[in-house]
């Protein structure tokens, strides 16, 4: 089994802008349907994190597009709060700031957590490219050992093949010599005769 560690700097994947794997068609092709252990591990959690990625992109477009109407709510409403005493309208507009409080804290929490998605998706991809170099590699080396043993027999099979010819060609050679001879001192009536008598 092949157990090697992968010694690969991890700025190779900089200065290769190496792509995210699972992304990637030609990894795609090759890899992605293997059933390996590593390859499946860090597949997952490349797929999981990029999943989370995408929905807290979504979630941020929600909260902001909420903060944004509760903002021109109170904008609507700050008229009527600067103009008149309407403890309803002040009301109204403190449920409203409170949500913008809310809001704020939850973009705040899930701004933190897109910040460290970036480098958790890096770290992952670069996981998962290790351990693609270190399947790959099993995979090369046990192919060329059945790409010699391949060789080997095909050699084996052109050397049988070489012999089968020449003995084709030597009972063939025996056979016209053998009829001609006889052909030549008995005859073409004869030699119908021997043939339906003794090769029958």
């Known amino acids: ?18 792509p995210i794997l699972i992304k990637d068609k030609s990894w795609m092709n090759l890899f992605n349907s293997v059933d390996d252990k590593g390859i499946t591990s860090y597949r997952n959690q490349l797929d999981d994190l990029l999943n989370e990625q ?10 902001k597009a909420q903060k944004k109407k509760n903002m021109i709510k109170i904008l609507n409403i700050s ?20 949500e913008i409080t809310d809001i704020n804290n939850k973009i705040e929490e899930i701004m933190f957590r897109g910040e460290m998605l970036p480098k958790e998706i890096r770290e992952a991809n670069y996981n998962l490219l290790k351990e693609t170099i270190r399947y790959s590699y099993k995979e090369l080396k046990a192919s060329e050992e059945k790409l010699t043993l391949t060789n080997g027999e095909i050699e084996s099979h052109r050397t049988k093949l070489r012999i089968l010819l020449e003995q084709k060609h030597d009972y063939e050679e025996m056979i016209n010599n053998t009829y001609s001879f006889l052909h030549g001192i008995l005859g073409s009536y004869e030699m119908e005769k021997f043939d339906k008598d003794l090769l029958r």
Do not use: G, H, P, W
């Open 54 to 63: 995408k929905q807290i992109e979504r979630e941020l477009s929600i909260l």
């Open 79 to 98: 008229d009527e709060v600067n103009n008149s005493n309407n403890s309803k309208a002040i009301e109204f507009m403190d449920k409203c700031q409170e």
């Open 1 to 18: 089994m092949f157990t090697k560690d992968i010694n690969l700097e991890y700025s190779v994947m900089m200065e290769n802008k190496i």
